[in-house]
């Protein structure tokens, strides 16, 4: 008697469960309106459906008491079979959309699986296509660069003309001729090595031309390198055990890293430059710089008039003469705060206006003060460099 009791309670509580859930569907007619409380009751904690423990644990036992009495009072399993189906014929309602809501979730992250799989293996192919590319072209690139080589060589050999309309060959033997010899050039750029003696880090020269500037360094235990465009002095240099590379000065500077040289120096160059790059070239070189560095650029004088009538206008590939105010102010646009004009001595002309020698004139002195100041315009430094240090 108290088992049916007990299994007559069980299913009321099923009924009333389910009389609750059917009410809600019928209510909302489906299970947005009210998702929340449907939620709670069909799948949440309060629901027949897998979250009841204490129903379930109910359930358990009672139905595990159910197949024992039943079998030892009536003998047979038909009875105990009919109950459970009654059961759960009863908890099929409510507990069939879970299954299949979670049977349709199952399918779609199945499905989702197997598209990432078919998606990485498109991606594993195409990365391998890509690696296969990335190694053709790094063998044609390898091919491109021995034939640019092999073609430069060949440039070489049959001495093309620059920019100036020289070739190779004219142009060294015009800068040996109008530049003069390489000892007297040395002795010009003396001048600037106390700037350089006391470095802690290389010095770097942009056109290195046929290498008088990083002879001194040598000599002077000073390390020093540099770069030149005009690939024959490059040889010359590299013959005479000088460390010099074939390239462009403004492009070649951009690779140091800032705070990494002790001095940068040109002589000779600017002119041959645009503006824009002039400016680029002295916002590098403070860049590279170490504080306390020099950065010297020597340049011709436009302050001298002989300068015009000598030998900037030789050179061909010169384009303007520089004026050492405008030098200096583009320094200190760079940065640099400490600037000085010097006009060389070494590229001084050996002819002057000569002065008055009479006791004749009442302003003697001051006729030969006015005349030694025109001679300095006429006759002055050929040459000036702008000495910027960076501090």
Request: aromatic share 8%.
């Amino acid at each position: 008697m108290q088992t049916k009791e007990k299994v007559s309670q069980i299913i009321d509580e099923i009924e009333d469960k389910n009389v609750a859930v059917q009410s809600l569907v019928n209510e909302t007619g489906d299970q947005g309106k009210d998702k929340q409380l449907f939620d709670d009751l069909v799948l949440g904690k309060n629901a027949v459906t897998g979250e009841d423990s204490n129903l379930r644990v109910e359930l358990g036992e009672a139905n595990a008491h159910i197949d024992t009495t039943l079998q030892r009072q009536f003998g047979g399993n038909k009875f105990t079979a009919g109950i459970k189906k009654v059961i759960w014929k009863i908890l099929a309602k409510p507990i069939r959309p879970m299954f299949q809501e979670q049977n349709l979730m199952n399918h779609h992250l199945v499905a989702s699986l197997n598209e990432l799989n078919r998606m990485r293996g498109e991606h594993e192919v195409e990365i391998n296509h890509l690696r296969e590319a990335i190694v053709k072209l790094n063998s044609q690139n390898d091919y491109l660069a021995s034939r640019v080589q092999s073609l430069q060589k060949v440039v070489d050999e049959f001495d093309i003309p620059h920019d100036g309309g020289l070739s190779d060959f004219e142009y060294e033997d015009f800068e040996n001729h109008f530049r003069g010899p390489m000892e007297e050039i040395k002795e010009r750029l003396k001048m600037y090595v106390p700037y350089f003696k006391d470095a802690d880090a290389p010095i770097f020269e942009i056109g290195s031309g046929r290498g008088e500037f990083l002879e001194l360094m040598k000599e002077n235990n000073i390390t020093a390198s540099g770069i030149d465009i005009f690939r024959p002095f490059v040889n010359k240099c590299l013959r005479n055990g000088l460390d010099v590379q074939y390239g462009d000065g403004i492009s070649f500077i951009k690779h140091f890293t800032s705070d990494s040289l002790s001095g940068v120096f040109a002589s000779q160059v600017v002119e041959h430059i645009s503006n824009s790059d002039i400016i680029e070239l002295y916002r590098e070189s403070f860049r590279v710089l170490k504080k306390g560095g020099y950065c010297i650029f020597e340049t011709p004088n436009p302050c001298c008039v002989s300068m015009f009538t000598g030998a900037f206008y030789i050179d061909p590939s010169h384009k303007k003469p520089i004026h050492p105010l405008y030098l200096e102010y583009i320094a200190r646009l760079a940065g640099f705060t400490e600037v000085e004009i010097v006009f060389t001595e070494g590229s001084r002309t050996t002819e002057s206006l000569p002065t008055i020698k009479t006791s004749s004139v009442d302003n003697i002195d001051e006729v030969n003060e006015a005349i030694n100041k025109l001679s300095e315009k006429i006759y002055g430094s050929q040459d000036y460099a702008i000495i910027a240090r960076k501090m």
